[in-house]
């Protein structure tokens, strides 16, 4: 038997397919909708089942709800009532209790199974509305049947009030019980409250949008019942939950405050506290109204500012970060049991940046203070790039938003811009360029020394290309960073991620792209790159080697059949072994490349390129009784492929991307452009092929030329024989090797040389002048923008890296992952990643004035984003920290450059500022002038 089977005994029963088929959760749905009551008992009654469980679409109810809501299923009721099932629990997804149910659909007989459990709170509310009051007010809805109905709705009504239902307890909109049967002009109903009311029936506390009372629309239908309600005595005014909703739902704030007062004088208030209407609590309620006084009197008065209702688990803090109120959020932050966790998954900040939107705009709203708030306050320590169920951090929505201001404040806390929602997008996706190079700008501050002062420095951050993840001081801020022990070395291992995914989006981005040559990400790039240069050469050396192996095995051995020297002998069996570990490690490279990222793989033209060269080698080197011309055609492939690949592998070196970069992008245009045309070259190809293709049987009774060799002569008569060697020469013809001798134009004479003109002027004057045009144009182009090339290819590059070792940060680990550790990957994933273990603090320091000297903050677990210079640390326990790294001059003159355009704008924004003070003097010295005029204008009438 298996785990997940049941099988039943005289003592129990389990999950069998025998009694109860696969899912006795279904069979108990089942039986309940069939009626049969003696397997749904057996069901219930050995345990089989959780019956509490919520059923999926299209129900959404648990088991009991279903039963209220259906007619004839009072047994069924009792039953699940005698197993002690949740008679008060409120649905999660419409927020209704059973008793609601039961009312809702006229279930007369399930709603006196209900009442009769002791547990029932027959004052429960569901948006603000008792059961009682949602029977009444569901008679004005009866259509069809509707005395018969209606004898339905008033038994109900009777049962309820024989319960004990408070027949004074209001709507959110101030409608009572009693209200409602006398605008509905309902004596019956009216009658049964006269005799079941537990207390006395208030006719005048509550009052409509329009101000009328109960006492308004009973005196308009039954004046003669006016003496009985009266006739009761009257007692102690009462202050209840119900009272002091109905000031909050009227903004009555003034009169809430004085009976909540009253109510601590005698400390009375703590039951309240807790009270809720069906759809909020007191302090949710207030919060959402913005009554900040109110707000004030309950949580002074001990109110739980985390608690809230089963039908609205939004906590009273997260309203005020929705509505913007920001002294309710400072209300809030000061008190001491307030809990700043996610709210339904969101975090305080991303609710409050989603409420900047939707919220209007009044007095009480300050969403730039609450922003500032949750962000500035230490005790709150909000996740900037927390998640929400879509992946979207707060900076995603601010961007969407186009709000540049909140997009600012968010980088300099600490967003990252790399961070991946469900979509796959980036917040760089709708991040303002000018926004983001404002905030690139910021990122390059120096001290107070002066330019010229030898201790100058220049300070770079890089703490938005710092995932979560990978941020040692966020995750581990308890734990010493500097310890050495396997265990936080395990711990620290789990935080490497990509860090030029967003550098990556920016090449992808027209809008972003120029701003790759700023100076913080050309000083990042420079970092990366002397990061990762060692893997770069030891790949291009290892490919170098299969490249020379091969090509001296292919020349020198392979295919040559004569007697060889022992010295050649011994060469090619060396360049032989070479050729073969080389292809073993070409394997094994490529098979990795593709286990980690198949799709990246697979779409790169490079990789498709090395596959074949796999194949093609692996015949040359495994397969050395093949025919001579089949060795001759794969040697010819291999040398080819080879020397390509490593054509472009040398390429990816920064200074040399720009050529490659030309070579491929003047080859996919003049391939875009050849398609467009080809229709027409294949045209000229048919057209000479029609005209010539019986010019051998025209000159066979020609006599042969005795000048031309036989071979010769063949040659030239089957250049146009069939169509395939027909648009061959005519793309040789292309090139302006028209060889026109050879063709004959004597069978057609007139035809056959106005389409060659034709063509000739078309082809190899038009188009192929056109195509050259094109490739200066763009080879022009790519050595105006030579420095951003080369800024593109670096980061692809690294990105490619990245990658291969590290994987996608926001991308779920693989099955394969799992055994990518025993191939020794981690030490070089942890070579090329900067964060958090080369640069611990996101920052560096550069000396301009000792050569450009570059100095890593040391590490210190006390905040991500302080202005703490104090420590520093040259760097002498570990590898990276004993190279001597210098930052290049031409990234040091542009950040110069930055900080002086920044001074610039300091200066002019304090010379603006000091003109506004200036008009300011003015203007209160013009108001005195005018008081002391209008003064003596009055001494002279007088």
Known sequence: ??????????????????????????????????????????????????????????????????????????????????????????NDKDGKAPLHLAVENANLNGLAALLEDDRIDVNIKYKGNTALLMAIKGIQDLDDNREENLSIYEDMIELLLKAGCNVNSPDNKGITPIYSASKQGLERVITLILDYAKGPIDLDTYKDIRGRTARYYLNDAFPHLLAKFDAVAKQEEIIDADKLFSYLNRHEEDNFIRDYTKLVKKNEHRQLLTANNGMYTLLQLSAEKGFEKVVGVLLNSGADPNATCSANT????????????????????????????????????????????????????????????????????INVNYPDMKNNTALHYAARNGDNDTVLELLRSGACVALRNKFNEPPLADINAKTFETFLDECITSNSERPSDDDYEIHMKYSF?????????????????MDNTNNNINKYDAFLAPETEALLYMTRNEELRPLLKHPVITSFLYLKWQQISGLFYANITFYSLLWLSLTLYIILGYGVEKEQSKSYEALNVVTHIGAIIGLILLIFRELFQFIVAPTRYLQSIENCMEVILIIVTASIVGYGSATEPTKQQLSAIAILLSSAELVLLIGQFPTLSTNIVMLKTVSWNFFKFLLWYCILIIAFALSFYTLFRNVTEAEDLTPPNPNNTGKEEDEEEDFFEDPGRSLFKTIVMLTGEFDAGSIKFSTFPVTSHVIFIVFVFMIPIVLFNLLNGLAVSDTQEIRANAELVGHISRVKLISYFENVLIGKAYSKPSKIWSWMPTLCIKPFAKRISLFPFFLPKY????????????????????????????????????????????????????????ISKKTYVSEFDEIKEKLTQYENKIENIENTLKKIFHALENRRDF
């Open 1 to 90: 038997m298996t785990t997940n089977s049941y099988e039943m005994d005289t003592n129990r029963i389990s999950r069998g397919g025998s009694l109860f088929g696969t899912d006795p959760q279904l069979q108990l749905r089942k039986a309940l909708r069939n009626n049969d009551y003696v397997t749904f008992k057996k069901l219930v009654s050995y345990g089989a089942v959780d019956l509490e469980y919520t059923y999926p679409y299209p129900d959404y109810k648990t088991c009991l709800e279903l039963a209220v809501s259906e007619p004839d299923k009072q047994e069924f009721v009792k039953l699940l009532l005698q197993h002690e099932t949740q008679v008060n629990k409120v």
């Open 314 to 381: 939004t906590r009273p803090i997260a309203i005020a970060c929705q509505n913007g109120y920001y002294k309710i959020l400072k209300m809030f932050i000061d008190n001491e049991s307030t809990i700043f966790e996610p709210v339904n998954n969101e975090s305080l900040l991303q609710i409050t940046i989603r409420g900047m939107k939707t919220s209007p705009t009044t007095s009480k709203v300050d969403f730039k203070s609450c922003l500032d708030l949750l962000l500035m306050t230490p005790k709150i320590n």
């Open 465 to 481: 290309l710092v995932y979560p993840n990978n941020s040692l001081e966020n995750e581990l801020c308890r734990l010493p960073l």
């Open 843 to 898: 920052r560096i320091i550069v000396k301009p004035n000792q050569d450009n000297t570059i100095i890593i903050p040391h590490a210190e677990p006390l905040g991500k984003y302080d202005n703490d210079y104090e420590d520093i640390e040259g760097g002498k326990c570990c590898f990276e920290r004993c190279q001597n790294y210098r930052l290049d001059r031409k990234i040091v003159k542009n950040a110069k450059l930055v």
